[in-house]
């Protein structure tokens, strides 16, 4: 069985300083993997997914994540964050045909 | 080229009553879902559909149903509304499987039952 859990339920930086937002992952087989970012009041937008090809993946707007398999790992990482950068994140792991696991959530906060 | 539309945005009900959320998406997508989002709780999938005429339960079915008689169109029907059923509820529609491919997601309905 498949599952994912986000470490953080929220996350707090400063404008200029990098992200990292954290997420494991259990699967009994190689999984698929994807970062969706959710701003107020929207749906969610894909950022990046990883489906077996490089190990680490880049996503829109400066985002990218590392598949680490011997962590169990797939954290999103940014190296400078931007306001606009202000959402929530969620994490997701393919759950075998035509499933999707999401994570709770990490919602981002970025300060002046 | 609109995505995936979703109505209506907000909607309050009483117990007991009946509605339907529409949803239509343009990009000629053959996978569609139904998901609920509670706080805290992440997405959970109530329904999808892998093409016309073809629809199948998710996690928490319970409450409502489906039907797919075009592409396009994906109705969730709430049949005697709970409480238990106030949700923000999200369509998505993708090309293909959800386990290859990009889910692309409606602005989602707020639906309140007291």
């Known amino acids: 069985a498949q599952s994912v859990t986000q470490l953080d339920s929220h996350v707090s930086v400063s404008e200029g300083t990098p992200v990292l937002l954290r997420c494991n992952y259990s699967?009994?087989?190689?999984?698929?993997l994807f970062w969706y970012v959710q701003h107020p009041n929207k749906g969610l937008q894909l950022l990046l997914k990883?489906?077996?090809?490089?190990?680490l993946v880049k996503g829109i707007n400066g985002f990218e994540a590392e598949f680490k398999k011997s962590e169990t790992s797939f954290h999103l990482t940014k190296p400078s964050a931007h306001m606009s950068d202000a959402a929530e994140y969620f994490c997701v792991v393919g759950g075998g045909y035509n499933k999707l696991i999401f994570g709770a959530g990490t919602r981002l906060a970025v300060h002046p | 080229n609109a995505g995936v539309t979703q109505t209506p945005k907000f909607r309050i009900l009483k117990i007991g009553q009946s509605m339907t959320l529409q949803c239509t998406q343009d990009?000629?997508?053959?996978?569609m879902y139904w998901y609920r989002q509670d706080p805290g709780m992440g997405l959970k999938l109530i329904y999808y559909?892998?093409?016309?005429?073809?629809?199948d339960k998710g996690e928490v079915p319970n409450g409502y149903n489906v039907s797919r008689s075009t592409t396009e169109d994906f109705p969730l029907r709430l049949e005697l509304a709970a409480p238990s059923q106030t949700s923000v509820y999200f369509c998505a529609s993708s090309w293909d499987r959800p386990g290859t491919g990009e889910l692309f997601f409606g602005e989602g309905s707020r639906l309140t039952v007291l």
């Open positions: 990009m000629n997508h053959n996978y």
């Open positions: 559909s892998v093409g016309a005429g073809i629809t």
């Open positions: 699967s009994s087989y190689s999984p698929s």
């Open positions: 990883y489906t077996s090809a490089a190990t």
